[in-house]
């Protein structure tokens, strides 16, 4: 049997010894040194000189929201990431003029974190951008936006009483369900978010990503079947719910390699950022972050999900939701086989990461929070006191207990390479993982959520032949990643990125 496409001359992640991958149809044929594999060539095969660069198992991101992203990719919401304040309401202000008088403009990604007044943005200054056209802007973490006075004014009559915590009307702000609920309602048509999820794919092959797990809303998730494979972008797919109903009413996907209906998403808390995350000690500013549900609403929607046989994937990023969330996984006696997962997890105490090894949990985690916004001078320290930073996102102790742990983005930002660095060179060592570790839990920590540890997540014959090419060899100096750049990607032996000028 000949291959299809060889790659030779590399260096093979994790099997160092071997330079060279045969690959046939989607999947790798073998994987050897150069001089053995050149049997494997035939008439038809090509051949893609690696000239020394490390290839990896395609990046499996295990946390995403690939519709929001795409949307940003495309245009349709302003993506306001990395920008400073003032970039960031001149962004508003050319895109309420590009879009017209009275038509609603989204902007997303802002962080007053990275500025240097840390504040939030405010309506009055949105109004000065946009007096006649409703604006929002979207704090960076999803959990808040910002409104113009046009905006407010629409939102009245969307958004129900949420009241105080979650609908601000002096600063227009909305937090939680009152903004998503805001968003849901000025949702762009089917035929533009069929688009954001090529633009999405598009950026996620720029970035060595092959795999994605998506959180997304029901309306959204057929439109996912009926466009799957068509990105060469793999998704497993847990859709937002907020009652046992819905989860009942999920309908029965067909699911094969490109696209899998996993389990489904219930925010328990909100964000660090938003000063909804939900803590026992009260932020320095006051608050102790919102409950979304009782103890007995998480309990009835976690036995829903366990008896139709869904994953249940549940937001908990303060020790407060952490604890709610044991409790409830505890009183249900969850099903191991279902592999339930905890996102984030960002600030457990050390009693909750043994009672996470103990229920057989799973732990989604996103070393570029740490990067973003932990160490000296950072929003973490700020939000929460040095003390609590040192402690957030407890990487270390996670995989010490030797947890299931599969990192994701959360698209802040969508890059395994920024999380990895993030993860290797985390400011507290309580943080810190080796290098071998990080790259794990972007590729086969990935697999095994998603149940795929059989068929990816490492570079081995029969496996699918998703991969990566990177322009260095990153372990000659692990603690120095900065210049690591994604060379090519291959999914299903398609290459479907190549850096300009680089392909072999």
Excluded at 205 to 210: D, E, Q
């Amino acid at each position: 049997m000949k291959a299809d496409l060889i790659l030779t001359n590399g260096i093979v992640f994790p099997a160092r010894e071997a330079d060279s991958i045969a690959i046939r149809g989607d999947r790798i044929l073998a994987v050897a040194r150069s001089d053995e594999i050149g049997a494997l060539a035939g008439e038809g095969t090509e051949t893609i000189d690696l000239e020394g660069r490390p290839v990896l198992p395609g990046f499996i991101d295990a946390h995403v929201h690939l519709f929001d992203a795409g949307l940003r990719e495309i245009g349709w919401r302003v993506d306001l990431s990395g920008l400073s304040r003032d970039e960031t309401l001149a962004a508003l202000r050319e895109a309420v003029k590009s879009r017209g008088e009275g038509e609603w403009v989204i902007g997303e990604g802002w962080d007053e974190s990275r500025w240097g007044e840390r504040r939030y943005l405010t309506r009055g200054e949105l109004d000065r951008v946009a007096p006649d056209s409703p604006l929002g802007a979207v704090r960076m973490d999803g959990h808040m936006i910002v409104l113009n006075r046009v905006g407010l004014r629409a939102a009245s009559s969307i958004v129900p009483d949420h009241g105080s915590d979650l609908f601000d009307p002096e600063w227009g702000i909305l937090r939680e369900e009152a903004a998503w609920t805001l968003l849901e309602r000025i949702e762009p048509d089917p035929s533009t978010l069929a688009e954001a999820l090529s633009g999405a794919a598009r950026l996620c092959h720029r970035l060595g990503v092959t795999s994605v797990h998506t959180m997304t809303k029901a309306w959204r998730v057929p439109i996912l079947f009926e466009r799957r494979g068509r990105d060469l972008l793999r998704i497993g797919v847990y859709q937002t719910v907020g009652s046992p109903s819905e989860i009942e009413g999920i309908a029965g996907y067909e699911n094969d390699q490109w696209l899998r209906f996993l389990g489904v998403k219930v925010f328990t808390d909100g964000s660090i950022g938003a000063g909804t995350a939900a803590v026992t000690e009260a932020y320095p500013s006051g608050g102790n972050g919102i409950l979304n549900y009782t103890d007995e609403e998480i309990s009835n929607l976690l036995a829903a999900a366990a008896r139709a046989g869904h994953q249940a994937a549940i937001h908990a990023i303060g020790d407060r939701a952490i604890a709610q969330v044991l409790r409830m996984y505890a009183r249900l006696d969850a099903r191991s086989e279902l592999r339930n997962r905890i996102e984030h997890f960002e600030l457990p105490e050390e009693r909750q990461i043994e009672e996470v090894k103990r229920l057989g949990l799973h732990l989604s985690m996103q070393p570029n929070f740490i990067g973003n916004w932990s160490g000296p001078g950072k929003m973490y320290v700020e939000r929460l006191g040095r003390e609590r930073d040192a402690v957030s996102n407890p990487l270390r102790a996670v995989f010490d207990f030797g947890i299931p742990v599969a990192f994701g983005s959360d698209g802040m930002p969508i890059s395994p390479l920024y999380g990895i660095r993030a993860a290797v060179n985390a400011p507290y060592s309580t943080q810190r993982v080796s290098l071998d570790e990080a790259i794990a839990a972007y590729t086969e920590g990935g697999a095994r959520f998603g149940s795929e540890e059989g068929v990816k997540g490492r570079i081995e014959e029969g496996f699918l032949a998703d991969l990566v090419v990177l322009n260095e060899d990153p372990f000659l100096v692990p603690t120095d990643l900065n210049d690591m750049r994604v060379e090519m990607t291959f999914v299903g032996g398609k290459l479907v990125y190549a850096r300009e000028g680089r392909c072999g």
